[in-house]
């Protein structure tokens, strides 16, 4: 499975980006895709999840009611929307892939076998 993560860019406190990943090599239902972010000087951290099958998903509770993932199977391609973004959304973002997880260890970084290349995000106060 390949991921190729874009979208990211400069922007102002309260303003939006959306990222993109496309996912690719496999037989995608079966997966489920996250969005994780590294701040600077810090550990890698979950931001959001979706299963390609069903479309359920979840989000850390820090973006809650600003971020939003969604996914577009004929695309394949997974979008997190972020609104209202704040200086500490500063990071660089990462798109997952895993085909072996359960909803509660979504957020661990380590159920995670694929990666993208990570897309820097900047918000500027």
């Known amino acids: 499975v390949q991921l190729q993560a874009s979208g990211g860019g400069l922007v102002q406190a309260g303003g939006s980006l959306r990222l993109s990943c496309v996912v690719s090599?496999?037989?995608?239902?079966?997966?489920?895709v996250a969005w994780f972010r590294q701040p600077p000087g810090k550990e890698r951290e979950f931001v959001a999840a979706?299963?390609?099958?069903?479309?359920?998903?979840d989000s850390a509770d820090s973006v809650k009611g600003r971020f939003t993932i969604s996914r577009d199977n004929a695309k394949n391609t997974v979008a997190l929307q972020m609104n209202s973004l704040k200086p500490e959304d500063t990071a660089v973002y990462y798109c997952?892939?895993?085909?072996?997880?359960?909803?509660?260890?979504?957020?661990?970084?380590?159920?995670?076998?694929?990666w993208g290349q990570g897309t820097q995000v900047t918000v500027s106060s």
């Open positions: 979706i299963k390609l099958a069903g479309g359920n998903t």
């Open positions: 090599g496999d037989t995608l239902s079966r997966y489920t």
């Open positions: 997952a892939a895993s085909s072996r997880i359960i909803r509660s260890s979504w957020y661990r970084v380590d159920q995670y076998a694929y």
